[in-house]
């Protein structure tokens, strides 16, 4: 009886661990160390807290002028709605945030980038605390929150802030999902991928890196046996319905843009153009990770001896969410062109797989010592650019000054000032995105709704979209541009010249913009816009 008895006992104790097993097949992933070392933590916070207020006190200080991309997204942020000419909403939704409470300075527009990079280096954490323990966590976040893509996007708000915090949203509350299988977690990662959907398109990488773990890993493979995975998924689609309904109310012109930023040259493949694209993503990419840590990573994904490094379920992951973007991206450059920031999304499982390696060795590591001090280099040096370049004697101008792009345009917008007050009445008219976006952000009053008209059909721009001169009333008004006055005449019945202003930003780089007074299109103009 005492044997029957133990014998059940025995078989009872079995089944509750195969129950147990059963009901959690993902345990492999997670490290048993996942209790939170508070004196790291707080030690990563403080680090997160500093850098913070540094990027804020640096973007104010110094000051950093807008990028016309800023500018451009600020009058997008003047009219909400579920999508502009080139991006989902997202961008111009946190800056209508943060200048409602702020106002439109500069630093006030840029303020959600250095907030949402530094809450997702916290999650980047908090990832790496789940999977490999605490030294693994605060290296990856400490890795992400100073490689150079996010210390110089930083000081600029771009769709990439919104879409790399949201894209680390997901990715938690994806890997407490797969922890606890609790609804709270599924829902919170199919919002926060809903939400990435509505910040980039891009986002839509991360569910693929997914189902590549659910099709190549044993593991992964019951992910898709889960129904609340399948709903997570709906709920991101759901979130994105409003802005496939905007685009389908405008010809879905967001993605007919992507499409032809993206597409090949009309020159045709040439292998030798291709490789030399490819030549230089690679090196954009090492510089946008940073050099130490990129080597890193590439050297241990091509180890041939395996047997000494076998692969951890949470490698085969984070391999899995950082191959796919990275290789999409990457073949985009091999048949046409890719921006270095494109592929920034794969950076996040870089990071946790950067600190998953190095934490073997800890904070003694040379690859961790000269990636953080590469690092941290890089982005002493950009955000000190003017301070450096005057200590080693070296004159900047329009080939080393990475700044460039944002000089002197607020005093080219003062230089014309006096013209536009005598002619307040009249709406503004333009034939650049940038020329517009900057002027209007720098003239008093702020111009956000110019009309525009660039001669052709083709639509290219959200002014274009949104206020095209040939959809608007066409009486007297104000271009200001660099026409020349004969291309002004071939357009328009009345021209009349009234201010031209230089402004020499270096020795070898100049502004000028024109202005004009000018009335009525002619009919063979407006034939040819529409």
């Not at 600020?74 to 945030?97: C, E, R, T």
């Not at 994806?174 to 609804?183: M, P, V, Y």
């Not at 990488?205 to 590549?212: E, K, R």
């Not at 010809?251 to 499409?259: E, L």
Request: net charge neutral; charged share 15%.
């Amino acid at each position: 009886m005492a044997s029957q008895t133990l014998s059940n006992r025995n078989e009872s104790n079995s089944t509750a661990s195969n129950s147990a097993a059963k009901a959690n097949p993902y345990e492999v992933l997670f490290t048993e160390q996942q209790q939170l070392n508070s004196s790291l933590f707080l030690a990563f916070m403080a680090a997160v807290g500093l850098s913070l207020c540094y990027r804020i006190w640096i973007t104010a200080a110094t000051p950093i002028p807008l990028f016309f991309d800023e500018a451009y997204y600020l009058s997008w942020a003047q009219h909400l709605d579920w999508g502009y000419y080139s991006k989902p909403p997202m961008v111009a939704w946190l800056i209508a945030l943060t200048t409602e409470f702020l106002g439109n300075a500069a630093w006030a527009v840029k303020l959600a980038a250095p907030v949402l990079y530094s809450m997702a280096a916290i999650l980047i954490y908090l990832c790496g605390l789940r999977l490999t323990g605490n030294v693994a966590g605060m290296m990856s976040g400490l890795i992400f929150l100073f490689m150079p893509l996010v210390a110089f996007n930083s000081l600029f708000i771009t769709t990439d802030a919104p879409l790399l915090f949201f894209w680390s949203l997901s990715t938690y509350a994806f890997l407490r999902a797969l922890e606890s299988d609790a609804w709270i977690w599924w829902l919170l990662a199919g919002l926060a991928g809903g939400f990435g959907l509505l910040s980039k398109y891009t986002f839509v990488l991360l569910p693929t890196g997914f189902l590549l773990w659910a099709c190549f890993s044993p593991l992964g493979r019951k992910l898709l046996q889960n129904p609340k995975f399948w709903l997570a998924c709906t709920l991101a689609a759901l979130c994105l319905m409003p802005n496939l309904y905007w685009n389908y109310q405008h010809q879905f012109i967001s993605f007919q843009h992507t499409a032809e930023i993206s597409k090949q040259a009309d020159s045709g493949f040439n292998p030798l153009a291709a490789l030399l694209r490819t030549g230089e993503f690679i090196l954009g990419q090492a510089l946008v990770f940073g050099p130490v840590f990129f080597v890193l990573i590439s050297a241990y994904l091509f180890k041939k001896n395996q047997k000494s490094h076998a692969t951890s379920a949470a490698e085969r992951l984070l391999w899995s969410l950082f191959l796919p973007c990275f290789l999409v991206i990457g073949i985009q450059a091999l048949s046409a062109r890719a921006n270095v920031n494109w592929a920034a999304p794969s950076y996040i499982a870089a990071s946790l797989l950067a600190g998953l390696i190095l934490s073997k060795r800890g904070f003694v590591s040379r690859w961790w010592r000269w990636g953080m001090a590469v690092n941290l280099l890089l982005m002493l040096s950009f955000y000190h650019f003017a301070a450096v370049t005057d200590t080693l004697g070296i004159e900047r101008k329009k080939g080393n000054d990475p700044f460039k792009r944002v000089l002197g345009w607020d005093e080219l917008a003062q230089s014309i000032q006096a013209v536009i007050d005598q002619n307040a009445e009249l709406p503004i008219l333009g034939n650049s995105r940038k020329e517009l976006s900057y002027l209007g952000y720098y003239l008093k009053p702020q111009h956000f709704e110019p009309r525009y008209f660039d001669g052709g059909a083709h639509i290219d721009n959200h002014y274009e979209l949104k206020y095209a001169l040939t959809q608007q009333d066409q009486g007297e008004l104000l271009y200001i541009g660099n026409w020349p006055q004969a291309r002004l005449e071939s357009y328009f019945e009345k021209v009349e010249f009234l201010s031209q202003q230089t402004i020499q930003v270096y020795g070898n780089f100049s502004r000028t913009i024109s202005v004009y007074r000018v009335q009525q299109l002619k009919p063979e103009a407006q034939w040819t816009a529409e």
